[in-house]
């Protein structure tokens, strides 16, 4: 079993000032689960916490993916297509690619549970068969 990672969790449980630092924190470190990010999550994480200035917590997360903390999904030619298909369906919410990508993450890999802040997307994002993931942290 594996935990699909959004930005949202990996900003707040990287950055000890974050007010949601805690809950997410002890997810990334308690959890048995391989943590897997999705390809497009790196470019936001970087540029995100490049705007707080904290780009030394992007270069010790960079090293902890280096010594394989963590798993990367690619998302290719297909995975980019399907994640606008999601976009598309989801048009109304404006849903973007990375958040996109990282619900179809989920879906390729069979996972029924995201690990996300950002439930005002992924509480309604739906998968083929109509079933929602459970997201996490509580």
Request: net charge negative; proline share 5%.
């Amino acid at each position: 079993m594996t935990l699909v990672l959004d930005t949202s969790v990996l900003i707040a449980g990287l950055d000890r000032e974050d007010p949601k630092n805690r809950p997410c924190g002890a997810l990334l470190e308690a959890t048995s689960e391989g943590l897997v990010v999705p390809i497009p999550v790196l470019t936001e994480l970087d540029h995100l916490l490049g705007r707080r200035g904290k780009t030394d917590l992007w270069m010790a997360f960079a090293a902890d993916v280096g010594a394989g903390a963590y798993l990367l999904h690619p998302t290719g030619p297909d995975g980019v297509a399907a994640a606008a298909d999601i976009q598309a369906r989801y048009r109304d919410l404006g849903i973007g690619f990375v958040d996109a990508a990282v619900f179809l993450t989920c879906v390729e890999l069979g996972e029924d549970k995201v690990a996300t802040l950002d439930r005002r997307h992924f509480s309604v994002l739906r998968t083929e068969d109509g079933r929602a993931l459970e997201i996490v942290p509580a």
